[in-house]
């Protein structure tokens, strides 16, 4: 394949991965040099690139599928995961995703990539779309765990409790298999979460307990770590919350 038809037909590439198609020849490289120099083929960062050429010309390549070019193995979490659900409520410039031996972040037209050292025990699924392909996406059920381990990568307790407002049904079952992964803090922050959102998941009562039961009594958790100052108790749960508690129930309705 020649290198002009290879910048037509595939609007994110590697050099490792471009040079296995065209060749590795030194004009190749010649090419690539020139076709960035004239603006036909963005540099993202070292050995990533972006087409400008054909059908691509002056569009932009979607976030998540340059993460996922430079980094196949990538599973996209946190927000990001959060976005490729459809859940999110806001937008947001930051895309998260997990892979082996993830580099410093970089950015690119606007975005931040941050990469973060995959877990083995993240439940992910296959998320396809026109714009990026397929993706490995955590699932929603692990998506809400990990919201709730580290709120502040999520954009803060709101954006995650409004954002699962938007989720008709969750596998609870599913929910408490993450759990196991994780320490009592984070069981509490579910807890409550799937307390207040029993009757629309239909939450048993005897998983509450369950997880209730994970608590250690004399316990003091909170609900969102990065604040400093706290306007209500959920005793049930043993949590400081960030507002008053009818603040929060308004911020799980759509």
Same mark, same amino acid.
């Given at each position: 394949?020649?290198?002009?038809?290879? $910048?037509?037909?595939?609007?994110?590439?590697?050099?490792? =991965?471009?040079?296995?198609?065209? =060749?590795?020849?030194?004009?190749?490289?010649?090419?690539?040099?020139?076709?960035?120099? !004239?603006?036909?083929?963005?540099?993202?960062?070292?050995?990533?690139?972006?087409?400008?050429?054909?059908?691509?010309?002056?569009?932009?390549?979607?976030?998540?599928?340059?993460?996922?070019?430079?980094?196949?193995? !990538?599973?996209?979490?946190?927000?990001?995961?959060?976005?490729?659900?459809?859940?999110?409520?806001?937008?947001?410039?930051?895309?998260?995703?997990?892979?082996?031996?993830?580099?410093?972040?970089?950015?690119?037209?606007?975005?931040?990539?941050?990469?973060?050292?995959?877990?083995?025990?993240?439940?992910?699924?296959?998320?396809?779309?026109?714009?990026? =392909?397929?993706?490995?996406?955590?699932?929603?059920?692990?998506?809400?765990?990990?919201?709730?381990?580290?709120?502040?990568?999520?954009?803060?307790?709101?954006?995650?409790?409004?954002?699962?407002?938007?989720?008709?049904?969750?596998?609870?079952?599913? $929910?408490?298999?993450?759990?196991?992964?994780?320490?009592?803090?984070?069981? !509490?922050?579910?807890?409550?979460?799937?307390?207040?959102?029993?009757?629309?998941?239909?939450?048993?009562?005897?998983?509450?307990?369950?997880?209730?039961?994970?608590?250690?009594?004399?316990?003091?958790?909170?609900?969102?770590?990065?604040?400093?100052?706290?306007? =209500?108790?959920?005793?049930?749960?043993?949590?400081?919350?960030?507002?008053?508690?009818?603040? $929060?129930?308004?911020?799980?309705?759509?």
């Amino acid at each position: 394949m020649l290198f002009t038809d290879y $910048i037509s037909q595939n609007q994110t590439f590697t050099t490792a =991965g471009m040079l296995d198609v065209v =060749g590795n020849e030194p004009s190749v490289r010649v090419a690539l040099s020139r076709a960035v120099k !004239a603006g036909r083929v963005l540099k993202v960062r070292t050995g990533l690139y972006v087409s400008q050429s054909g059908r691509f010309q002056g569009v932009k390549a979607d976030p998540h599928l340059v993460a996922a070019t430079l980094f196949p193995d !990538a599973t996209f979490v946190y927000h990001s995961a959060l976005e490729l659900h459809g859940l999110a409520h806001a937008t947001s410039s930051l895309v998260q995703y997990m892979c082996n031996n993830p580099p410093a972040s970089f950015s690119f037209q606007g975005v931040v990539y941050k990469g973060l050292t995959a877990r083995p025990d993240t439940v992910a699924e296959a998320v396809t779309s026109r714009a990026f =392909g397929t993706v490995k996406v955590t699932t929603r059920e692990q998506t809400l765990v990990d919201c709730m381990a580290r709120v502040g990568l999520a954009g803060g307790l709101e954006e995650v409790v409004r954002s699962f407002a938007g989720l008709p049904y969750a596998d609870v079952n599913a $929910i408490m298999l993450c759990l196991r992964a994780y320490p009592p803090s984070v069981a !509490a922050r579910v807890g409550w979460y799937l307390d207040g959102n029993q009757k629309r998941w239909s939450v048993a009562d005897n998983m509450l307990a369950a997880i209730e039961q994970t608590l250690p009594a004399r316990a003091s958790y909170k609900l969102d770590p990065t604040y400093r100052q706290f306007e =209500g108790y959920a005793a049930r749960w043993h949590l400081n919350l960030p507002a008053r508690a009818e603040e $929060i129930r308004k911020w799980m309705e759509l």
